[in-house]
């Protein structure tokens, strides 16, 4: 017997509360690690996103890819999708993107076509981060448009809950395989 959130994890990590007083880098950036801690709490990889313009936050989300099926759900997609509704203008021109890893190639290429007019990312991918990590999309010589980048910003917080979230996913998937089969015998 088994069902879709036998192995869900229990998030161990508390949310943030910043003060509001100080409507920093950090503030939203923290308010992009609770959408983070919510996708965990929903049994998803714990990536948040918020995009702010003129100080009020126009877009919220984390990522839903396994809830809802679809591969391009993620944090950064849906915030711009909502940020977009919004304004009642797809230009995002004036806000900027905080964002707890960096973008993907997907999500990169969305900041630029959404002409973001910032993009704030705690943790670095050099793996698959498509705003300086990996690459930089917005290198390329004809593009019309490339957000301003930073990084950094409780990047402490928002990699130890990455982290912690595939070690634990790894360890509750070892402990559900049973012993694993001899290998295949080779040959001599
Ligand atoms: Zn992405």
Known sequence: MSSPSADRLDCPF???HLSQLYRDERFFMSLA???AIDAWRADEVPIGAV???GGEVIGAAHNQVEHSDDPTAHAEILAITQAARAIGDWRLEGATLYVTKEPCPMCSGA???????????????????CLGGATDLAAL???NHRPI?????????CRELLQAYFRLKRAAAAEAEPLDPPPTAAAG
């Open 149 to 157: 980048r930073e990084s950094g910003v409780l990047e402490t917080e």
């Open 51 to 53: 995009i702010e313009c």
């Open 14 to 16: 508390p949310k943030l």
């Open 141 to 143: 010589p004809r593009v």
């Open 33 to 35: 690690y609770n959408q």
């Open 111 to 129: 900041t630029i076509m959404s002409r973001l007019k910032r993009v704030i990312f705690a943790v670095p991918d050099p793996k698959m981060g």
